[in-house]
């Protein structure tokens, strides 16, 4: 049989890109490490799980309804979005996962020989969706672990599309507060789109952290993302969702994909978004173990950046890929951050005290 | 970004393989060769070379064969690649020790392979889709380093790190010549045009330290081994700070990321190599041209968390094995290979690539069979005859046969040294040659 001629047949973007492994399953990692339990504290995955409600919409959902096909535009959940916030429910677009959003917005407004602005350091989801689609991902370094605006702005040209803004930053927890995102819209005037990620936003308990929900009103440019699956817990069902002038994400309908996200997550998203008091169960567990942390981290000698968001990063005297393998021979996964530019770094995810207690016991015998 | 491998001209001829053509295939290579421009006299080393190859075919292993004969025209250097079907080949004849049976009357056509290998700068086999590859290269004449030390304009500490130009890279390159005299640096280094050149075809890549008024304060270069694999010289300073190397290596490493690469070798570190970045691996010996062995530490970085892989072992090493990855704790399923009295090949098969100006040949094999021991002892021999003073066997732990060769290995005088995680299919055990009568 003769080989497909891959060479021809994919573009040169696509065969440059090099495809993302995840981790494998818990019982294989520790079968290979020889652990006999694992903590990932990885994925900034949420340790309380969902809110109590939807724990019951998991837990009650009839089997055979696993046979029909969902709501193909999660019609209950924007209607509770819009409810929440004050909108119309047609000016939300949900999908599996806020990673397929950041797939409808490319898709929707960019092709080949345009490109999206983002920052070098930040989730890099935006510039993976940006290359294998042939858009050029213009990365602006950090400025103080913080997106840069002023070197964002002057990246931007005639064939610029979406400027892409982590809004707490994931990893540094670094955020931009209202007059400095206020200042950033007014800069573009409405001339691109500007996304701002969400994804740890509830998270957040600095006054002065910019909601972005209110601002797509005054800025109809103005894009949000949130998810699911850090502060709800619902993770492992992946949904997340943007919000945006009702012209705006209309447009980016047309690249959306019905059907994508499965009945389960959507009940389950139903139950969770209004439960605020899950919201502060879960604020102050991580309050607890970051200021554990940070103390244990101190006593260390360790530098860190812990800003907002339920994770911190950790700047060791070692390599972070070898420090990976070390933890995970003690049944602790961090986040190894070369690959995302930032060398001899690593991410820790905040979750129960014990945890973290487990955590800063196992990191001590890397550095002493 | 890395650094884009330029796409590279050629040339190319299909032919029979049959005396008759000869002329054809020598002229062919000859007239590629000029007109990538090499001098006279690297023109016809390598047309040389090839003569000697295809009567080699013409006599032996591949007579009548359709043979594809390529000229590849690097800026710095030719390749003649000579490509042919396996389906009927005896590969056996492609180890560099193979001597053809002769009737008596015949002149000895043996060890045609080495004799085209003492004409060029490079040779090497690989087997890949039904196809058995051999490349001849020929450098292009490069004046050598002036072994005077430049001296490099005291610089600030640096504040940009950028992508040389090739005025700069040039710079940087006669300036390691002033760093620490016997500092060991990689033989092209030596040519620093050439190594420019390199860098313009995207095979090297770079990056340079400057000081707020433009001067060099030092710089890094990298070469890509394979696609998981990136090869890091230096970082090398000029009076600076230790934190301009720690920068020059967070540079490279942003570069790296989100590539195929899953990791970064440095088997030239420099006493600036800042701590931290890298494991050691362990160490080789390198046969020094005084009769000396310093050994060299290979420094390694994975730039991706560990997923575990396979390795297969041989009974005799697994202890070793097992040892090297609990302490580069790096998780593998280790398998021990067993033997159940299944039908055993009687002949091996190893390729041969030689470094001729480094004085390195490195071994992989392509085929297990009985002869191994024999195989392996031959080519050391003829190895060392040649003048070649490093010798080192590559046993690719992601292919369970491969591990036959082990008490072969052993018997013959090579030792396990380093375990190179990922260097291959799995990762690379690499042997070196040790002892033997030395050139």
């Given at each position: 049989?003769n080989?497909?001629?891959l ?8 065969r ?14 520790m ?18 799980g969902?809110?109590p409600?939807a ?6 959902f009839p089997p ?7 709501s193909?535009?999660a019609y209950?959940?924007?209607?509770k ?40 350091k ?22 103080d672990?913080a997106?840069d ?17 982590c809004?707490p930053?994931?990893?540094?927890g670094?955020?931009w507060?209202?007059e ?8 573009v ?10 994804a740890?936003c ?20 103005l ?6 699956s ?13 919000a945006?002038?009702?012209?705006v994400?209309?447009a ?13 997550a959507?009940l389950a998203?139903?139950a ?10 879960t604020?102050?567990?991580v309050?607890e173990?970051?200021a ?14 812990a ?11 070692m ?19 070369t ?5 001899n770094?690593?991410?820790?995810s905040?979750t ?9 016991a196992a990191l ?5 | ?5 330029a796409?590279?001209?050629a ?5 029979s393989i ?14 590629s ?10 023109a016809?080393?390598?047309t040389l070379a ?6 080699y ?7 009548g ?6 000229c590849?025209?690097n800026t ?6 000579f ?12 180890n ?8 008596e ?17 490079h040779?090497?086999?690989?087997l ?12 292009k ?7 005077k ?6 610089a600030?500490?640096?504040?940009t ?8 890279l040039?710079?940087l ?7 620490s ?19 313009g075809?995207?095979?090297?890549g770079a990056?340079?330290a ?7 304060g030092?710089?890094?270069l ?6 998981q694999m ?8 000029f ?8 920068s020059?290596l ?5 570069v790296?990321?989100?590539t ?13 190599l800042?701590s ?5 691996l ?9 009769g ?10 994975s ?5 575990g ?26 398998i ?15 390729t041969?690539e030689?470094?001729?100006?480094a004085?390195?040949v ?20 003829v ?19 491969q ?7 052993l ?13 291959g299919h ?14």
């Amino acid at each position: 049989m003769n080989p497909v001629p891959l060479d021809r047949l994919l573009p040169d973007y696509v065969r440059r890109f090099e495809p993302y492994i995840p981790s494998k399953p818990d019982a294989e990692l520790m079968r290979l490490y020889g652990c006999a339990t694992l903590h990932r504290l990885n994925n900034n995955e949420n340790a309380l799980g969902p809110p109590p409600a939807a724990q019951d919409i998991i837990r009650q959902f009839p089997p055979p309804r696993a046979a029909l096909y969902p709501s193909g535009d999660a019609y209950g959940l924007r209607q509770k979005l819009a409810a929440r916030f004050g909108k119309h429910p047609d000016q939300f677009l949900v999908g599996n996962g806020a990673n397929e959003v950041i797939s409808f917005v490319i898709k929707a407004f960019c092709e080949p020989g345009d490109n999206i602005v983002t920052a070098d350091k930040t989730f890099a989801v935006y510039e993976w969706v940006a290359t294998f689609s042939g858009i050029d991902a213009r990365l602006i370094p950090l400025r103080d672990y913080a997106f840069d605006d002023q070197a964002m702005l002057a990246a931007i040209d005639d064939r610029t599309k979406i400027l892409f803004v982590c809004n707490p930053n994931n990893p540094t927890g670094t955020y931009w507060e209202r007059e400095r995102l206020l200042r950033f819209l007014d800069r573009v005037a409405g001339q691109r789109i500007v996304v701002v990620d969400e994804a740890y936003c509830e998270f957040v308990e600095a006054e002065d952290f910019p909601d972005g929900m209110n601002l797509i009103d005054v800025y109809p440019n103005l894009v949000i993302f949130r998810t699911f699956s850090k502060m709800y817990g619902l993770a492992g069902l992946r949904i997340g969702y943007l919000a945006g002038h009702l012209d705006v994400v209309n447009a980016i309908r047309r690249t959306c994909i019905v059907y994508s996200v499965n009945t389960l997550a959507q009940l389950a998203a139903e139950a969770a978004v209004n439960d605020d008091a899950h919201i502060e169960r879960t604020r102050h567990l991580v309050r607890e173990s970051k200021a554990f942390l940070r103390e244990e981290l101190q006593r260390m000698g360790l530098p860190f950046v812990a800003g907002e968001g339920n994770y911190l990063m950790i700047q060791l005297a070692m390599s972070d890929t070898l420090a990976y393998r070390k933890l995970m021979a003690q049944g602790l996964m961090i986040r190894a951050m070369t690959g995302f530019r930032f060398p001899n770094w690593i991410r820790v995810s905040l979750t129960r005290l014990d945890v973290m207690e487990a955590f800063a016991a196992a990191l001590r015998t890397l550095v002493r | 970004m890395e650094p884009q491998v330029a796409k590279i001209p050629a040339t190319r001829l299909a032919i029979s393989i049959n005396r008759c053509f000869l002329p054809l295939c020598t002229g062919f290579v000859e007239q590629s060769a000029r007109a990538f421009g090499l001098g006279d006299s690297e023109a016809l080393s390598l047309t040389l070379a090839a003569e000697e190859i295809f009567n080699y075919l013409a006599d032996g292993p591949a007579c009548g064969q359709n043979l594809d004969i390529a000229c590849l025209g690097n800026t710095f250097q030719v390749a003649t690649v000579f490509t042919l079907p396996t389906n009927t080949l005896n590969l056996r004849a492609f180890n560099f020790t193979f001597r053809p049976a002769l009737n008596e009357d015949q002149l000895p056509a043996d060890l045609g392979l080495l004799i085209a290998s003492r004409t060029v700068d490079h040779l090497q086999f690989d087997l890949k889709a039904g196809k058995f590859r051999l490349t001849l290269s020929k450098d292009k004449a490069y004046p050598a380093l002036e072994h005077k030390p430049l001296l490099m304009p005291r610089a600030e500490p640096a504040v940009t790190f950028r992508r040389p130009d090739p005025a700069e890279l040039l710079l940087l390159l006669n300036g390691l010549m002033g760093l620490s005299p016997g500092r060991r640096l990689p033989p092209e280094f030596a040519q620093p045009g050439k190594v420019v050149d390199m860098a313009g075809a995207g095979l090297y890549g770079a990056l340079i330290a400057v000081d707020p008024a433009g001067r060099l304060g030092g710089g890094l270069l990298w070469r890509r081994l394979s696609d998981q694999m990136v090869e890091c010289f230096g970082p090398y300073l000029f009076g600076q700070p230790a934190a301009t190397a720690r920068s020059l290596l967070d540079h490279l490493l942003g570069v790296l990321a989100k590539t195929p690469a899953v990791g970064l070798l440095n088997r030239y570190p420099t006493p600036d190599l800042p701590s931290g970045y890298f494991e050691v691996l362990g160490a080789w010996g390198h046969h020094a041209r005084d009769g000396s062995l310093p050994e060299i530490p290979v420094h390694y970085r994975s730039l991706e968390e560990d997923t575990g892989a396979v390795a297969w072992t041989h009974p005799a090493l697994r202890a070793f094995i097992a040892k090297e990855y609990e302490r580069l704790a790096f998780a593998r399923d280790l398998i021990t290979l067993s033997a159940a009295g299944e039908r055993i090949s009687p002949y091996s098969v190893l390729t041969t690539e030689f470094n001729r100006p480094a004085g390195v040949v490195t071994l992989r094999p392509i085929w297990w069979g009985e002869d191994a021991e024999c195989n392996l002892r031959e080519h050391v021999r003829v190895l060392r005859q040649e003048g070649l003073r490093d010798l080192f066997f590559e046993q690719d732990l992601g292919r369970s046969w491969q591990s036959h060769f082990t008490p072969a290995l052993l018997a013959a005088g090579f030792s396990p040294m380093v375990i190179l995680p990922h260097g291959g299919h799995g990762d690379l055990l690499m042997f070196e040659h040790r002892g033997g009568d030395l050139p």
